[in-house]
C-alpha cells in the first residue's frame, strides 16, 4: 500500500483490524503467576504509599498486567489506535502467588468513519477459576482500507 | 479544602468521616520515558503506540505516548500521597475515561473529590464514591473517572 507509511501504524499482514474483529468468540490468555517482584516493580512505578498488606496485590496492578496477557492470544496482534476507557468491577483479592490469566470476548462493536470502536468484555480469573475482576473496555480500533 | 502534602501518615478513616464534597489536589509529577519502558516490560504492553519511536513520527501524536493504564496507576499513587485514607480502602468498581494523550516529559496531577457516600449493601460497611480527574501542565483533563470504595463503617 503506497500510503502504508504515513499511517499510523504499521501494514502488516499479521494483524488483526475492525473489519477482522467477531463478537462473541471467546479468546483466552495464557496464565501467569503475580510475584513479589511484580508488586515491588509496580511500586516504584506508581509511587503509591505501600498497603499494610504485603502479600496483597494492587488492584490495579491486576488490570495492567490483564493488558499485556491481552496480546497473547491465538490471534493476530489488534491494531488498536487508542484505549477510550473501561467500565470495572473488583469482585475478590488477588494475593502474590495468585496466578491470573483473562478470558475475553468482544460484546458489540461500531463502525466510525476512522476505524471502529470495540467493546471487549474481560475476566480476570485466578488458579482456583474464580473471577476476581471483570469488565468492559472500549477500544478504538484501526480499519483495514481507508473509509 | 485543599491539601498539598508529601507522604502523610496513614490515619484509619472510618465512613462517618468522610465529608462529601471534599476536594484534594495532588502534586505534579513528570512521566519520562523510564517510565513508559518500565510499563512496558512490566505489564508486558509493547503496543508501538508506547515503543516505537520511529514510528510513532508519523502518527497524529507525533512522538510515542505513555499507556494510559501507567497513568492511572500514577494517578493513584499521586492521590495515596496526599490522601492515602481515601484511596486505600478497596474499590469495588471503576469507571474510566481516556480522554487525551500523554506524552513523555508532560506533568499530570490529579484533582479528586468525595462525590457520593451512601450505605452498602453488607452490613457495617459503606460506598464512597471519589471523582477524580488527571490534568496536564496546560490545565487539560487527559484522563478522568469515578472509583467506588467500601470504607468501613465505626463500630457501635
Redesign the interface.
Request: net charge negative; proline share 5%.
Given at each position: 500500500m503506497a500510503s502504508a507509511a504515513a499511517g499510523p501504524l504499521p501494514r502488516t499482514e499479521r494483524s488483526s483490524y475492525f473489519e477482522d474483529v467477531e463478537i462473541g468468540v471467546p479468546l483466552e490468555t495464557p496464565a501467569m503467576t503475580v510475584t513479589a517482584a511484580h508488586v515491588s516493580l509496580y511500586a516504584g512505578v506508581t509511587g503509591e504509599v505501600p498497603a499494610a498488606d504485603p502479600d496483597g496485590v494492587p488492584q490495579l496492578l491486576a488490570l495492567c498486567l490483564s493488558s499485556g496477557l491481552g496480546w497473547r492470544v491465538p490471534r493476530p496482534p489488534l491494531v488498536v489506535l487508542a484505549f477510550m476507557g473501561f467500565d470495572w468491577k473488583f469482585h475478590l483479592p488477588i494475593r502474590v502467588g495468585d496466578t491470573i490469566r483473562s478470558r475475553s470476548h468482544t460484546a458489540s462493536k461500531r463502525s466510525l468513519k476512522e476505524g471502529g470502536v470495540v467493546f471487549e468484555h474481560r475476566d480476570i480469573v485466578n488458579q482456583r477459576g474464580e473471577i476476581v475482576q471483570s469488565g468492559r473496555l472500549t477500544l478504538l480500533v484501526a480499519k483495514r482500507k481507508p473509509a | 479544602m485543599v491539601f498539598y502534602a508529601g507522604?502523610g501518615a496513614?490515619v484509619p478513616l472510618s465512613f462517618e468521616d468522610i465529608k462529601v464534597g471534599e476536594e484534594f489536589i495532588s502534586p505534579g509529577?513528570t512521566v519520562t520515558e523510564m517510565?513508559v519502558v518500565?510499563?512496558a516490560g512490566?505489564?508486558?504492553?509493547?503496543?508501538?503506540?508506547h515503543t516505537d519511536a520511529e514510528?510513532m513520527k508519523?502518527?497524529?501524536f507525533g512522538e510515542r505516548i505513555a499507556?494510559?493504564?501507567?497513568v492511572?496507576?500514577?494517578q493513584?499513587?499521586?492521590l495515596?500521597?496526599i490522601a492515602?485514607e481515601l484511596v486505600?480502602p478497596?474499590?469495588?468498581?471503576?469507571?474510566?475515561?481516556?480522554r487525551g494523550p500523554i506524552k513523555i516529559g508532560d506533568t499530570v496531577h490529579v484533582v479528586a473529590r468525595v462525590s457520593d457516600k451512601r450505605s452498602a449493601e453488607r452490613a457495617g460497611w459503606g460506598l464512597v464514591t471519589i471523582a477524580r480527574r488527571v490534568l496536564n501542565q496546560r490545565g487539560e483533563v487527559v484522563q478522568e473517572?469515578e472509583s467506588e470504595h467500601m470504607v468501613e463503617r465505626r463500630l457501635g
Open positions: - | 507522604v496513614q509529577r517510565d518500565l510499563f512490566l505489564s508486558g504492553d509493547y503496543n508501538v503506540l514510528h508519523s502518527s497524529q499507556h494510559g493504564l501507567l492511572l496507576s500514577i493513584q499513587g499521586l495515596s500521597r492515602p486505600e478497596p474499590m469495588a468498581e471503576l469507571a474510566w475515561k481516556f473517572g
